[in-house]
């Protein structure tokens, strides 16, 4: 079992520009979330995503969105890039959205803006 | 809104030595605590929930909603405790575990 797998592990993007991450969630999960790390930050969410709907959201702009597959896998779309985009993003999955299954979360993609 | 505070960026013992990470929080409701750990060139995981009040590698937490405190402690810290501790919680009612907030995080550094 691979766990929870992000791709790319790096992206660098100038200001502007739009970026989509992906991420594959540990077999058997089906609920995606998705985090935002910056350096010497801990993380702090973004949404999560159920049954191919966002099911929560933190305080993030619409330029942040998201799309989740009928195979649970999920996207992570940041359109307008600022510097202060600039972070590791996280995906974590679950199984459904109740509290018997704890977060798994994936290595994370570095992105950077220049 | 949710806020969890842990004071100390960095925190050093001895091998052998006692820890105690700290950890605050506030929300007005009914919360559900974690604390998460990162060791070195892997990825974030699980340590323990207060719900399941279990000791996991030795380490233990006790809810204490009088201080609103999830302090993580550990009697005899090993070198292989050296890690990035974050502490984190949720709304309790079942449809919020994906959404968790998250300190800054403790650097543990156990010497030799």
């Known amino acids: 079992d691979a766990g929870v797998t992000q791709s790319p592990t790096h992206l660098i993007k100038t200001r502007g520009q739009q970026v989509t991450l992906r991420c594959s969630p540990k077999s058997g999960h089906d609920t995606v979330s998705w985090y935002q790390q910056a350096l010497g930050q801990g993380p702090q969410f973004i949404f999560q995503?159920?049954?191919?709907?966002?099911?929560q959201r933190g305080n993030f702009p619409d330029r942040f969105s998201g799309h989740q597959f009928p195979n649970y896998s999920s996207e992570l779309n940041v359109n307008a890039l600022w510097l202060g985009d600039s972070a590791l993003y996280l995906c974590a999955s679950s199984y459904g959205t109740g509290g018997n299954s704890p977060l798994h979360f994936g290595n994370g993609t570095r992105l950077t803006v220049t | 809104a949710q806020r969890v505070t842990q004071p100390e960026k960095l925190l050093s013992v001895f091998k052998g030595a006692p820890v105690e990470l700290k950890c605050n929080y506030s929300y007005s409701g009914s919360p559900e605590l974690f604390w998460y750990v990162q060791y070195s060139r892997q990825r974030l995981q699980l340590l323990l929930r207060h719900i399941s009040r279990e000791s996991i590698k030795g380490f233990t937490a006790d809810l204490n909603k009088g201080e609103t405190s999830f302090h993580l402690k550990k009697p005899f810290a090993q070198e292989e405790d050296s890690a990035m501790y974050y502490c984190?919680?949720?709304?309790?009612?079942?449809?919020?575990?994906?959404?968790?907030?998250f300190g800054q995080g403790t650097i543990l550094t156990v010497h030799p």
């Open positions: 984190a919680l949720t709304t309790a009612g079942g449809t919020s575990y994906g959404k968790l907030t």
């Open positions: 995503y159920y049954e191919e709907e966002e099911r």
